[in-house]
């Protein structure tokens, strides 16, 4: 081979090593996301969801980030006024073709996304629930919410229904600390502020927490300690003294809190915000703002802990290998595990201490036959 020859090969090898290369950096770029762009982009989804501009500062707190996907929760702080609480959606984005796309938490984007996101990307529990089905439920303890204290403190009814969809009441008293009303994945919106996600639609918020004891996007058990209420409200609002501001939502909509049960007390609204009552199997009556609520440890309409398999509260299913194993935390809040070996279930094992960490692919959960299986 002459010289010329080998110079021509060698400048053609050059050429494509050259084209391969811009290529995968072009396709770096496509799936490579600033911190300016994703806020952009957020801020221009929730101006576009709100049909205004938020008036206050909005803090953007990603939990987790996949070959492009971003998942995490953005705050709209509250203004600078007595009991007003911050705004949080939790968002997810995807890869697009001038920049990353947004959805909100309760849209259909968010819920389909969910199922095509990467499976290692660390979203909540995609196990839903129609959201007609589950507000239904709320009447007769079916969020199944504990009280936010610990077991055995009593705490002051200090403030009824309020909220602009009355969806909150305050609490204060016993040892101050904040408990979870029920288990799942716990996100810090912003300062002072917790909200847990429950997987199948409801959220419960904790407002004016210090001494946070949890990590953004930390999963957690019924019962677990938050934090200390106090007076604190680094994302807006204020108070008048230290208590915390409950509140709850369903697919991402805060939803009116009365007639719910926690711990065995359901939610009577009054007639004016802060008023308003909570009653116990109908025979007795707290009311606002002096009102005495002790906590039993019941959860939802009453039912108590139990060992044992208990009633379901969680459930979801991953394939390992060729086995299909189904996970449940129950109301205990110990966590359970049984699997399906191609022909039967296997008896249920107690895994103890709750769940801490999650499978890296979540499916609907059946717990008599596995998915596809008639």
Known sequence: MNRNMQHLLTMCSLLVLLFFSIGSIAQGFQTQTTDRELDQ????????????????????????????????????????????????????????LGGPVVSFHGSEEFRTWSLEAPASLALPSRQI?????????????????????????????????HGSRKEAVDFAGGSGEIRAARGGIAYIPCANKVVIDHGDGWQTGYY????????????????????????????GGGATGPHVHFSTSLHGVDQPIRDHILGGWTIIDGALDYAGCMSKAGVTTQCAPLGRIPSNGMIGSGVKRTTGIPPIEHCFTWQNDSRLDCFVRGTDDRLHQRFWNGANWSDWMDLGGGL?????CFVECQLDLPPGVN
Do not use: K, N
């Open 41 to 96: 982009a957020i801020t221009h989804a929730l101006i576009r969801m709100r049909g205004e501009a938020p008036s206050t500062e909005m803090i953007i707190e990603p939990v987790d980030s996949v070959a492009g996907w971003v998942f995490g929760t953005v705050a709209v702080a509250a203004p600078v006024v007595p009991d007003a609480t911050p705004e949080v959606y939790l968002f997810l984005t995807r890869p697009g």
């Open 129 to 161: 629930i129609a959201p007609a089905q589950s507000a239904a439920l709320a009447g007769h303890g079916g969020a199944q919410l504990s009280l936010p204290w610990p077991i055995g403190e009593t705490w002051t009814f200090t403030g009824g229904s």
């Open 208 to 235: 004016h927490v210090s001494g946070i004891q949890v990590r953004h996007g930390q999963a957690v058990s019924r019962g677990q300690a938050l934090g200390q209420m106090s007076a604190e409200s680094g994302c």
């Open 356 to 360: 801490r960490s999650a499978p890296t």
